[in-house]
C-alpha cells in the first residue's frame, strides 16, 4: 500500500522542533492525499526519535540499521534511504528544508534520479503544484512537480509542529551499505551554547544600528533575561562589532520563530525580514514611523528604544512583583 514517507533526522535521538514541523506538514501531506503517513529513522537513538515520529502521527516506523548508520552521514543516510523508497515505492517523501534535510533530500534525489522541489511553503492536495521559498523567503515561486515519487522538502517555520498520536509501529530494516560511503565520519562534537538558542527563544529581543554600541545593549539583556528569552541583532551591529555574528538574526544569520520579536532601533532591510519572518508576533520600537519593520509589525512604538526598552522591563518586574 503506498504511503507518505517523512525522513526523521535526528542526533542520537534529539529530535528538533524544526524536524517536526516536518513531520507535520508530512501529516498535512498524507491527509490530503488520503493515503497513511510512515517515517523513517536511522543511527544512534533511532528508537528514541522512532518515538517522536508516532507521537507526531506516524503509523509505521522505519528502523534503518548499519554500522554505517550510527551516526549523521550524508552519503549513507542518502543511500539508505534511497533502498528504502525503492523498496516501499511511497507517494511522496517529505522532510524539513534546513541545512540537513536538504542536503539529505538531494542525496535521495540523486541516488533515485527522482526531481525535488524544496522549501514548500504551500503544497496542492495531490502534489501536484507548489509554493517555494527562494533567495531565503524574500519571493515565493509557483512550481508544478510530475513525477512517480514526489520528493519535496518544507521551508523551515511554515507548519507549526503539532502533535497527533499514532500507532508508531516499529519495523526494523538491515540495509546492507558500501564501506566507500563512510568518507564522511563525526568524530566529535562540541556545545557552542546551551539552554535557550536564538532560534529556539520563545522571545527575541533584537537591536540595530540605532543601540549605538556595544554597551548599550545592556537594557536588551535585561529585558530578554526578565521574559525568559535571548538577545538578537541586525547586520549592521555585527559589521560594527557590537555583537558575535551568532546573534544576528537574518538571511545568513539566524532564522527565528519565537512567540514575540521585539525589533529595536531595527530599519526592517529585506536580508533581516527573511531571518525574522517567521515570528508570531513582532513588536517594532523606533523613532521612524515609515521604517519597514514598523509597517510589517503587529504592533509599533514611535519612540526611543533607549527610553522604551527599560519602560518594558521595569513594567514586567512590576507585574511580577
Not at 40 to 59: I, L, N, P, S
Not at 224 to 252: K, Y
Request: proline share 5%; charged share 20%.
Amino acid at each position: 500500500m503506498s504511503s507518505v514517507l517523512a525522513i526523521v533526522e535526528h542526533d542520537h535521538g534529539s529530535v528538533s522542533e524544526s524536524v517536526l514541523e516536518g513531520v507535520t506538514a508530512a501529516r498535512g501531506v498524507a491527509s490530503g492525499l488520503g493515503l497513511p503517513l510512515h517515517a523513517t529513522v536511522m543511527g544512534d537513538g533511532a528508537h528514541d526519535a522512532a518515538t517522536r515520529a508516532a507521537e507526531y502521527g506516524a503509523e509505521r516506523v522505519h528502523h534503518l540499521t548499519s554500522p554505517l548508520l550510527n551516526d549523521y552521514n550524508p552519503e549513507a543516510w542518502g543511500q539508505a534511504c534511497a533502498e528504502l523508497v525503492t523498496s516501499q515505492s511511497p507517494a511522496v517523501v517529505v522532510t524539513i528544508g534546513d541545512d540537513r534535510g536538504n542536503e539529505l533530500m538531494a542525496q535521495l534525489a540523486a541516488r533515485t534520479d527522482l526531481p525535488f522541489v524544496a522549501n514548500c511553503v504551500e503544497v496542492s492536495a495531490d502534489v501536484s503544484s507548489m509554493t517555494r521559498a527562494q533567495w531565503g523567503g524574500a519571493l515565493h515561486e509557483e512550481a508544478t512537480l510530475d513525477a512517480p515519487i514526489r520528493l519535496i522538502s518544507f521551508a523551515p517555520h511554515s507548519v507549526d509542529a503539532a502533535p497527533a498520536p499514532a500507532a508508531g509501529v516499529v519495523a526494523e530494516v538491515a540495509v546492507e551499505l558500501d564501506a566507500s560511503l563512510e568518507r564522511s565520519v563525526i568524530r566529535d562534537r562540541v556545545v557552542l551554547s546551551e539552554g535557550i538558542t536564538l532560534s529556539t527563544a520563545p522571545v527575541v529581543v533584537s537591536g540595530g544600528r540605532a543601540v549605538g554600541s556595544a554597551e548599550a545593549f545592556a537594557p536588551l539583556e535585561a529585558l530578554a533575561d526578565e521574559l525568559g528569552g535571548r538577545v538578537g541583532c541586525s547586520r549592521a551591529v555585527t559589521n560594527n562589532g557590537w555583537r558575535p555574528h551568532a546573534d544576528q538574526v537574518g538571511q545568513t544569520g539566524t532564522r527565528i520563530a519565537p512567540t514575540i520579536y521585539i525589533a529595536s532601533g531595527i530599519s526592517g532591510a529585506t536580508q533581516h525580514w527573511v531571518g525574522a519572518m517567521g515570528s508570531k508576533n513582532i513588536l517594532a520600537i523606533n523613532t521612524d514611523p515609515e521604517a519597514n519593520m514598523v509597517t510589517k509589525a503587529g504592533w509599533a512604538v514611535i519612540a526611543d528604544l533607549h527610553e522604551m526598552i527599560p519602560a518594558i522591563t521595569d513594567e514586567v518586574r512590576r507585574r511580577r512583583g
